[in-house]
């Protein structure tokens, strides 16, 4: 089966579209749970399915270290590993060479680093990053790409460069075929002309889809959005757009409105972890002592598992006495409401009212500082 890219409908910049991968259609615009280490911490895949995630994103640095990509190969690869029948996205593992590991060398050919577990010392180079993501088996993989400070112009113009050239490596170890996507990466931090540098080489490659790396990484919200704004027309309109590494409630909402298609983040699980929960009027701390009596849902127009059975009082108790079920609650509701809100914005493309929906979304989530 080929990768192929539906656009069902537009409004303004925005796109309600179909990405058709091997293991399923991934309606857009997308929001994808984080598994880092093959798993969506403390969701199990049954759950993610009722919760309707349809695409499901790995990390190729950590599983390279532990448990290695071969011997995910040798278990039929991810999907089969992890028990998740669904589309599943790598990245290719340069972030988290430039913001985990102790770097030891970084040069034209790649990166010499020491892992952050038990610090030793390992080569990651754009080939071996394709290998490991055959290996590992994704429906989507991403090309190798230096990840930089997005406001130091001097270190963002030399990964532009560096990016490209790596971009063309791995586009030759991986060629286009129907089992994996590989798409790539646009860098240029805040910087308008290097974007379109980045862009228009990329371009050039032809890949089957995009990603606009180098944001949410140091920059303002504001920065965010205009390099945001002067990064999408440089992209093909008929492929899939990938912001990297986004998951705030209004950050998806104003860029679904930039024309975004897919989004990741860790933030919907680490969240639950510390006791907070998204709703349509802000991030509310469950730790609260206003909660203690609540008999109401964390959300009560939520539909997930936890809001349909369980009290404010509940999950404040849970959380307090750092019961696991507790983080387990609050990561199955904070990533549905995320995908709630994703079906909310691709409904509203489609019916001509997305403005309508994320003016109001904004209103109410007030976009405040800190939890409540």
Same mark, same amino acid.
């Given at each position: 089966m080929s990768f192929e890219f539906e656009i069902i409908k537009t409004q303004g910049r925005a796109r309600a579209g179909i990405l058709h991968?091997?293991?399923?259609?991934?309606?857009?615009?997308?929001?994808?749970?984080?598994g880092t280490q093959a798993t969506v911490k403390a969701v199990p895949p049954r759950d993610l399915h009722e919760i309707k995630a349809s695409l499901v994103l790995a990390n190729t640095y950590h599983l390279n270290l532990r448990p290695g990509s071969d011997l995910v190969r040798e278990m039929g690869g991810l999907h089969q590993f992890m028990q998740w029948p669904g589309p599943m996205l790598t990245d290719s593992g340069g972030f988290q060479v430039f913001s985990l590991a102790e770097i030891n060398k970084i040069d034209d050919e790649g990166v010499t680093f020491r892992s952050?577990? @038990?610090g030793s010392k390992h080569r990651l180079t754009p080939e071996r990053s394709m290998e490991i993501q055959q290996n590992l088996g994704a429906d989507i993989i991403m090309a190798f790409d230096q990840c930089p400070t997005p406001t130091d112009r001097e270190v963002v113009e030399r990964a532009v460069e560096r990016t490209s050239r790596w971009a063309v490596r791995c586009r030759e170890t991986h060629p286009s075929n129907e089992k994996q996507a590989l798409f790539g990466i646009i860098q240029g931090g805040?910087?308008? @002309?290097l974007r379109a540098k980045s862009a228009a080489f990329l371009n050039t490659l032809d890949f089957p889809g995009y990603a606009i790396g180098g944001l949410a990484v140091g920059e303002t919200k504001a920065e965010m959005y205009t390099a945001l704004g002067f990064t999408e027309p440089l992209l093909p309109a008929n492929k899939p757009r990938y912001l990297m590494g986004v998951g705030e409630p209004d950050d998806l909402a104003n860029s679904v409105m930039l024309g975004v298609d897919i989004?990741?983040?860790?933030?919907?699980?680490?969240?639950?972890?510390?006791?907070a929960a998204f709703t349509p009027m802000g991030r509310v701390n469950m730790r609260n002592k206003v909660h203690t009596n609540d008999p109401a849902p964390v959300d009560p127009d939520c539909d997930c598992y936890c809001c349909k059975n369980f009290t404010r009082a509940y999950i404040r108790h849970l959380v307090r006495a750092e019961e696991i079920l507790g983080a387990y609650l609050l990561s199955i509701h904070n990533i549905r409401f995320l995908i709630r809100h994703m079906e909310a914005m691709r409904k509203a493309i489609i019916n001509g009212d997305l403005k309508a929906y994320t003016d109001g979304f904004l209103e109410r989530y007030r976009n405040t500082i800190g939890v409540r």
């Open positions: 991968t091997p293991h399923g259609d991934i309606p857009t615009p997308v929001f994808a749970p984080v952050h577990l @038990d805040i910087f308008e @002309d989004f990741d983040c860790v933030i919907p699980t680490r969240l639950a972890r510390h006791g």
